[in-house]
């Protein structure tokens, strides 16, 4: 017996079960107690650049005024951007942001750059030694960096400097004592290390079948997959050299080559303007939260990464 088109669609349907939205499970001790110390961690962290940003639009009576209270962190009273306005008739700041802006960009171009050369020797080319070659490279870690300042200024003043039209003794006063050298980094050869370390070697053995020297190797498959770590070593090289203070100290005099966190003491000269010191902090710091924003995705990743294969 066969069953019509017409059989079916007057078939009785059955009532439809409703489906019951899906509940979260509700908060355990722990996950409360997690979330009260995440809250409590972003108030420590962002509560004094709250303070920062509200004081800049404030005199300085009412910085000192609103002092111990929450008056502090909301932008209530006599606002204006009278701070702003002053930064600049104070200090020639374009000058000293666009130092900074070179300085820094060139440190993490040339620091990826020569970095990420070095671990690539280090991880995927066999040569004795370099087991040894890694870890010398680590210990200097262990070194602060004032501990070399003097040494190292002296260095860098017996080094001939060609300034566009004679070779003169000395790279104090230039871009160049603040940019070479910082550009190699322990940190960061480790950071690219880990992460070459990771790819698959057969990935090598491939391109050197077809033929692919070393340097096509770098150029062409390990570098395009380090994306993470090419993110993660450009934060953590522009944050020191964006706010570098003590070096760009002892070795600029001119302010055509002074960076943005020296300019910061024009404003502690004569009398001191909390108000414009403010507003002159907040400025420089947008790059860096700029910078942190444009690539957190890519910083998260490399470091979760780094410490599930650790």
Do not use: C
Not at 89 to 96: E, H, I, L, N, S
Not at 122 to 141: D, E, N, Y
Not at 166 to 189: C, E, H, K, N, R
Not at 224 to 232: K, S
């Amino acid at each position: 017996m066969t069953t019509s088109v017409t059989d079916i669609s007057h078939a009785p349907v059955a009532p439809a079960i409703p489906v019951e939205p899906e509940r979260k499970p509700p908060r355990s001790g722990r996950g409360v107690l997690l979330l009260v110390l995440k809250i409590a961690l972003a108030l420590v962290f962002g509560l004094p650049l709250v303070f920062m940003i509200v004081s800049s639009f404030k005199p300085d009576q009412q910085i000192f005024g609103d002092l111990g209270g929450i008056q502090a962190f909301l932008p209530v009273g006599n606002l204006s951007f009278s701070n702003y306005l002053g930064v600049f008739d104070r200090v020639p700041f374009a000058q000293f942001l666009l130092n900074s802006i070179i300085i820094s960009v060139s440190t993490v171009v040339l620091g990826i750059i020569i970095n990420s050369m070095a671990a690539f020797a280090l991880s995927r080319m066999r040569m004795p030694g370099r087991k040894w070659a890694l870890g010398v490279v680590l210990a200097t870690l262990i070194v602060p960096f004032e501990v070399m300042a003097l040494p190292l200024l002296w260095e860098v003043n017996q080094l001939p400097y060609f300034d566009g039209t004679q070779i003169i003794q000395g790279w104090l006063d230039t871009y160049t004592v603040q940019i070479v050298p910082f550009v190699a980094s322990a940190f960061s050869i480790f950071l690219f290390y880990q992460y070459f370390d990771s790819i698959p070697r057969e990935l090598d053995e491939a391109a050197r079948v077809d033929g692919a020297g070393w340097f096509r190797i770098y150029r062409s498959i390990i570098m395009p997959l380090a994306g993470p770590a090419i993110a993660t070593v450009a934060i953590l090289t522009f944050l020191p050299a964006w706010n570098q203070y003590l070096w760009p100290l002892m070795v600029t005099q001119s302010e055509s080559v002074r960076p943005a966190m020296v300019g910061i003491d024009y404003f502690k000269q004569l009398n001191t303007s909390w108000g414009q010191i403010m507003a002159y902090a907040t400025i420089i710091t947008v790059p860096v939260l700029g910078l942190f924003i444009a690539f957190q995705r890519s910083f998260v990743n490399s470091i979760a990464s780094q410490g599930l294969k650790g």
